[in-house]
């Protein structure tokens, strides 16, 4: 029932049989039964036509259809209409024992008067009330009603939440570049509108991420140059100690711009993730490759899981994850294992001082830094999450970090896993 369609449904089902039960309620008020004298009047009728004809030739009263019996009618006695018949009889001169009966089983009703000579006068009463099996009528009435409203309101809410649906399974399908795919501008009006719309967002937002892309690549690009006359000029400054801080700004500077064209290209990279990658040996090449560097980095548990994607993005990611862990951790240590669903992850400690709980929601962002201090101590531009980010998700995997207890930064690393042979 939370769902928005469920709930279209059930008010459209409650306004129509509300709609119908009141106006069942409203015609039964109209049409009730006439009142007792309106009933009573054709009956009265009756038997003066039948006393009328009596008086003249019985013969003819009984050819004329007038019934005459030796008893009264037989059934349950009705005594309040009895005595209102007789009443009504006696003041039109007509004197006599009256009885007003009922059948149980068909609800109908005759009524008889004793006449001078002993016979019993019979006349009709009319019955103006419900059949017998009313209340079977209208229980069917009101079932079929409500069929109905059924059917009618699923059909309705269908289309009232076409567009809805349609927004839903555009944005479930929203691609790792945030653009979504195109969607058939097929159907009723407004979900072609809304069909439109989207497409023209999704073009938008494709045109605005390539122009972004085409920006900070051209500017990464075109710093180099300058760089590389600034490095020329800061090879002839007299002073060591000045011609080195010279120096460092520009290794600082041609890193930044480096690490900005990368994330770029990982950003707007094509690679197919049809691959089938052997995790276990991607983490023993990245952690021989990290000690032949002098980085603390050590292996831990690992099983042999194969994933969906491509080689040289995998181990560029985890690569930037592990350097991260062991200059900014004192140490890292790497482990895989196989979770409970079939993924693989990936989780990288270390033994450092964490990150504040309040920044841990900004440490994927480009350029970050924990402590801006650290600019000048440790290597690196800011850009190795964002760029790790950006390959993880494009393979449909997940990156997390918080901190260890009582102290470090654990990094994990969700994959889809995948069984066939791969290539690496």
Do not use: C
């Not at 920044?359 to 402590?371: A, H, I, T």
């Not at 998700?393 to 995948?418: C, D, M, S, W, Y």
């Amino acid at each position: 029932m939370k769902s928005l369609r469920n709930r279209i449904v059930a008010l459209l089902i409650l306004a129509i049989v509300t709609v119908v039960t009141l106006a069942t309620f409203v015609a039964s008020r109209v049409l009730q039964p006439p009142s007792t004298d309106v009933r009573l009047a054709t009956v009265v009728a009756q038997m003066r036509m039948g006393t009328a004809l009596l008086s003249s030739s019985r013969d003819s009263a009984l050819r004329a259809g007038v019934l005459l019996r030796d008893a009264p009618p037989s059934g349950e006695r009705d005594d309040l209409l009895s005595s209102a018949l007789a009443q009504t009889l006696e003041s039109t001169g007509i004197f006599g024992e009256t009885v007003v009966t009922k059948q149980s089983r068909s609800n109908e009703a005759a009524a008889g008067v004793q006449l001078a000579n002993k016979e019993w006068l019979y006349a009709v009463v009319p019955n103006h009330g419900p059949p017998p099996d009313g209340w079977f009528v209208l229980a069917g009435w009101m079932v079929l009603i409500v069929m109905g409203s059924t059917a009618v309101s699923i059909f309705a809410a269908s289309k009232i939440t076409g567009p809805l649906e349609l927004l839903q399974s555009a944005a479930g399908r929203i691609g790792s570049d945030g653009v979504l795919p195109h969607i058939p501008e097929t159907g009723a009006g407004e979900v072609r509108a809304t069909a439109q719309a989207l497409n023209r967002l999704s073009a938008r937002l494709r045109s605005a991420m390539e122009s972004r892309m085409r920006l900070v690549a051209a500017a990464g690009h075109d710093l180099r140059t300058p760089m590389t006359r600034m490095r020329l000029r800061a090879e002839f400054v007299v002073d060591d100690e000045e011609r080195e801080k010279w120096l460092a700004d520009l290794e600082e500077l041609d890193s930044i711009a480096d690490s900005a064209i990368r994330l770029v290209r990982e950003e707007v990279a094509a690679e197919s993730a049809s691959d089938s990658v052997q995790l276990h040996n991607l983490i023993s090449e990245i952690v021989g490759e990290m000690r032949q560097l002098g980085l603390k980095v050590h292996p831990g548990a690992v099983e042999p899981i194969p994933v969906r994607g491509t080689p040289l993005a995998l181990k560029r990611a985890i690569r930037n994850l592990v350097i991260n862990a062991a200059t900014h951790g004192g140490g890292a240590t790497v482990t895989l294992r196989q979770d409970q669903a079939g993924a693989a992850v990936i989780t990288i400690s270390d033994n450092g001082p964490g990150i504040p709980a309040e920044l841990l929601s900004q440490v994927f962002e480009p350029f970050f830094r924990v402590d801006m201090a650290r600019r000048k101590t440790v290597p690196g531009a800011g850009l190795g999450l964002a760029i790790a980010k950006e390959i993880i998700e494009r393979f449909g995997g997940t990156i997390e970090i918080a901190n260890g207890h009582p102290k470090g930064l654990v990094q994990t690393i969700r994959l889809e896993r995948r069984d066939e042979v791969g290539a690496l």
